[in-house]
């Protein structure tokens, strides 16, 4: 795997400490199977040393303003933030058909899916900024499905967040692999996630002895989280995203406090 100096080898000024805070977002290009990826580091240039990593997976148009925003804020909140990129440098969706093709590739190869997701967290794992004992990874739809194979792979996380993620997978019995906790944060009326995938992915977890909380948002269907998401199955929903924020970051506080690595 290949990262660029942006990602790695990044030295905050310890004797001139910035005027005031800042969020730097910087380009980081990495390799997974001969394929360069682009993705989006976030941190806050005011804090010095290693902090929390959270990699933030993207729904199925590739990166966009969503998955930033929550880098930026996590960033705020003192976390070191990782936008991965599952698709490849410059392959990104500009409408719903092209976004629909390329999930579709990697729902049908699960093995590619999932290295993309461990070369991301192993990515953010290097970086100068993170702690590699508090490391997260969160994934929206796409980005879901995307964070929880990463965790039957077997990723080396204290937790992976789902929200209103894909759920079902073809190995369920390699969620075995996975020893930290996790966290699905679901719509009650989402349509693309049936009431069958939800009961197999908690027997899923239940029987691969993992940490886990499934929490059900009502009134909420599909991308509830995404403000431009508004069709009738995937719609913006602001009580049930201000939720799923407060929820998340209780799991990684939770996660962090019973590791031993709060500040």
């Given at each position: 795997m290949v990262v660029t100096a942006l990602a790695l080898g990044v030295v905050l000024s310890q004797s001139v400490p910035p005027a005031r805070a800042e969020v730097v977002m910087e380009t980081?290009?990495?390799?997974?199977?001969g394929q360069t990826l682009e993705g989006v580091l976030a941190y806050d240039d005011a804090i010095s040393g290693p902090r929390p990593g959270v990699v933030i997976f993207h729904a199925w148009y590739g990166?966009?303003?969503?998955?930033?925003?929550?880098?930026?804020?996590?960033?705020?909140?003192?976390?070191?933030?990782?936008?991965?990129?599952?698709?490849?440098?410059?392959?990104?969706?500009?409408?719903?058909?092209?976004?629909?093709?390329?999930?579709?590739?990697?729902?049908?190869?699960?093995e590619l899916m999932q290295a993309r997701a461990l070369a991301a967290v192993e990515t953010l794992r290097e970086s100068s900024l993170?702690?590699?004992?508090?490391?997260?990874?969160?994934?929206?739809?796409?980005?879901?499905?995307v964070v929880l194979e990463g965790a039957r792979a077997g990723a080396n996380l204290l937790g992976v967040v789902s929200i209103h993620g894909s759920l079902s997978t073809p190995h369920p019995?390699?969620?075995?692999?996975?020893?930290?906790?996790?966290?699905?944060?679901?719509?009650?009326?989402?349509?693309?996630?049936?009431?069958?995938?939800?009961?197999?992915?908690?027997?899923?977890?239940?029987d691969a002895g993992v940490d886990w909380v499934f929490t059900t948002y009502g009134n909420a269907v599909h991308a509830?989280?995404?403000?431009?998401?508004?069709?009738?199955?995937?719609?913006?929903?602001?009580?049930?995203?201000?939720?799923?924020?407060r929820d998340m970051l209780a799991f990684f506080q939770e996660l962090l406090e019973r590791s031993g690595g709060t500040d």
């Open positions: 980081v290009d990495y390799e997974q199977g990166p966009r303003e969503h998955e930033m925003n929550t880098a930026r804020r996590l960033a705020e909140l003192g976390y070191t933030a990782l936008v991965a990129d599952v698709y490849g440098k410059g392959v990104r969706a500009a409408n719903s058909e092209e976004a629909a093709k390329l999930a579709k590739s990697f729902y049908a190869d699960r993170t702690d590699p004992g508090r490391l997260f990874a969160i994934g929206y739809c796409f980005g879901g499905a019995a390699m969620m075995s692999n996975f020893h930290g906790s996790v966290l699905a944060l679901h719509g009650a009326d989402d349509p693309v996630v049936p009431p069958e995938d939800v009961r197999a992915f908690q027997k899923e977890l239940t509830f989280t995404d403000e431009t998401a508004d069709t009738e199955g995937a719609r913006y929903n602001p009580i049930a995203a201000k939720r799923a924020w």
